[in-house]
């Protein structure tokens, strides 16, 4: 079984809630453009100055995914 890749997208300042949620929703839109097998996305809020955006990528599409998107930083997938 392939490994799972969390991508993430850091934003802080008073609309990082905001603007993470939005960035998700493009997130959900490159996956249907792109027919990529995996559709996991999401934001999480911190506190009221930062939030993130992510989705989660086999580690085969990883490389492709990233060069296209330009994540912040990366994580094992583990669920």
Same mark, same amino acid.
């Given at each position: 079984?392939?490994?799972?890749?969390?991508l993430?997208?850091?934003?802080?300042?008073?609309?990082?809630?905001k603007?993470a949620?939005?960035?998700?929703?493009?997130?959900? @839109?490159?996956?249907?453009?792109?027919?990529?097998p &995996?559709?996991?996305?999401?934001?999480? =809020? !911190?506190?009221?100055?930062?939030?993130?955006?992510?989705?989660v990528?086999?580690? @085969?599409?990883?490389?492709?995914?990233?060069?296209a &998107?330009?994540?912040?930083?990366?994580? =094992? !997938?583990?669920?």
């Amino acid at each position: 079984m392939s490994k799972k890749i969390k991508l993430i997208w850091d934003f802080r300042g008073p609309t990082a809630a905001k603007t993470a949620e939005h960035h998700a929703s493009h997130l959900k @839109e490159f996956i249907a453009i792109e027919n990529l097998p &995996l559709n996991i996305t999401g934001h999480l =809020v !911190y506190n009221e100055r930062e939030a993130m955006a992510f989705m989660v990528v086999f580690d @085969e599409n990883m490389i492709a995914v990233r060069d296209a &998107l330009k994540p912040h930083r990366g994580e =094992v !997938y583990e669920k």
